[in-house]
């Protein structure tokens, strides 16, 4: 049977799409990537899915930063929570526990970013913050909250402000975080939000 100029030309289309796959796999893993074939259980669009690695991948290239009304946080390359600026007695938001005899018109300044003690043990790829209330997120997907905790912005059952970082144990598996006027947001690995 003698072929047609068309089938001849699809036929090297369907070789040269091949070939650019078997690149396309070789330079994934080279990179130590790997390729997914199909949406992760739980996941129910590859829109989220997909944005979700983007943002992830933009966060390791950076440092994560978040600026309040009056402070800063960051949070290095090796992944420790920095705070630096200024807090008053009722405020919590450098996350480092002020003096037990501060009254609620003293403050404290730190200048420099400081490393948060109750932090050292834990990696941190996100910060988020509001002028009430800051976030952090870990490499296991934790969620810290601390601050003021008017209309349960923190997270916790008890709906109080913390001093110093406090896990949110109502999240797991969390990838993405967010916090504005009083508010708080995650979103974990299947697109989940949660407020």
Request: aromatic share 4%; proline share 5%; net charge neutral.
């Amino acid at each position: 049977m003698r072929r047609t100029h068309s089938s001849a030309a699809a036929d090297a289309s369907a070789a040269a799409h091949r070939a650019g796959g078997d690149e396309l796999r070789r330079r994934v893993t080279a990179r130590g990537l790997r390729i997914v074939t199909s949406l992760p259980k739980g996941a129910l669009s590859w829109v989220p899915y997909l944005l979700k690695r983007v943002l992830r991948d933009a966060m390791r290239r950076e440092a994560p930063l978040a600026v309040g009304g009056d402070f800063s946080l960051v949070a290095d390359v090796e992944g420790r929570l920095l705070t630096c600026g200024t807090e008053s007695g009722h405020e919590l938001l450098l996350g480092h526990a002020m003096d037990p005899a501060a009254g609620p018109d003293d403050s404290r300044v730190i200048c420099l970013p400081t490393p948060v003690p109750s932090m050292q043990d834990r990696r941190i790829v996100s910060v988020v913050a509001s002028g009430e209330h800051c976030l952090a997120l870990s490499t296991e997907g934790e969620v810290y909250s601390w601050g003021d905790g008017t209309d349960g912005s923190l997270g916790h059952a008890d709906g109080g402000a913390r001093a110093v970082p406090s896990r949110i144990e109502s999240l797991s598996q969390i990838e993405s975080i967010a916090a504005a006027n009083r508010r708080s947001a995650a979103v974990d690995e299947v697109g989940r939000l949660f407020t």
